[in-house]
């Protein structure tokens, strides 16, 4: 049963510490999307990547996130440092290339910055 | 931005009923798709509209596509206790071939027994 992926399902972590947040994409699919999940602003695209290369990355904070596929099988996003205004829930997924595919999602890490 | 804007916010309805959800977009479209989330979960696809497609069926499930309004409806008729979640509809970038995929804020559905 091939699924995305996401560890760790929950980080509690104390604000200026870094954190780090890993998705495993489906095998054979060639984009991924990180996603934040908040009350206030509900889900927000981050980047994404095409063959782990970045298409796009603009709905990112630059100075404290950083999004990398350092493979095929993995990608990860990092905050450092991170702020208790991070506290939200992210998700990865992940898709075939092609204008008319469905994205599958992670199960999301719950980040708590306290 | 092109992010999709759900309609209403929040729906409450008695099992049996039908649930009829609404997305707005601002630019053109390849494509609109319908997810569903459960509670603390991922989300999960349903359904993908083509933008040269004006309805399609699923299941229980109709979306409708109109993009001459640059809207579209999910429709979940003899709704279920089980169909209790959010909906979200998502578009793809600006008509190009980039693949971005833009989620609205969704509708919180809730059905009761």
């Known amino acids: 049963d091939a699924r995305v992926t996401q560890t760790p399902r929950h980080k509690v972590t104390e604000m200026g510490q870094e954190v780090t947040m890993r998705c495993q994409p489906i095998l054979g699919h060639n984009t991924v999307f990180w996603y934040r999940q908040t009350m206030m602003q509900g889900l927000e695209l981050l980047a994404y990547f095409r063959n782990r290369a970045p298409l796009d990355d603009s709905g990112m904070p630059k100075d404290r996130f950083s999004a990398e596929m350092p493979d095929a099988t993995l990608a990860t996003l990092k905050i450092q440092p991170s702020e208790p205004r991070d506290s939200a829930v992210y998700f990865c997924a992940s898709a075939r290339q092609g204008m008319n595919t469905e994205a599958f999602f992670g199960q999301g890490t719950r980040l708590t910055v306290v | 931005s092109q992010q999709g804007e759900e309609d209403p916010q929040a729906l409450s309805i008695q099992e049996g009923e039908n649930a009829t959800m609404n997305c707005s977009y601002k630019?053109?479209?390849?494509?609109l798709q319908w997810y569903r989330q459960n509670s603390g979960r991922g989300l999960v696809h349903l359904i993908l509209?083509?933008?040269?497609?004006r309805e399609k069926h699923s299941g229980r499930l109709r979306v409708t596509l109109d993009t001459s309004k640059k809207s579209s409806s999910l429709l979940i008729t003899a709704s279920r206790a089980a169909d209790t979640a959010s909906y979200f509809c998502a578009t793809d970038g600006d008509g190009g071939s980039q693949g971005n995929l833009i989620f609205g804020k969704g509708t919180k559905l809730s059905v009761k027994p």
């Open positions: 630019t053109s479209i390849n494509n």
């Open positions: 509209i083509r933008s040269n497609e």
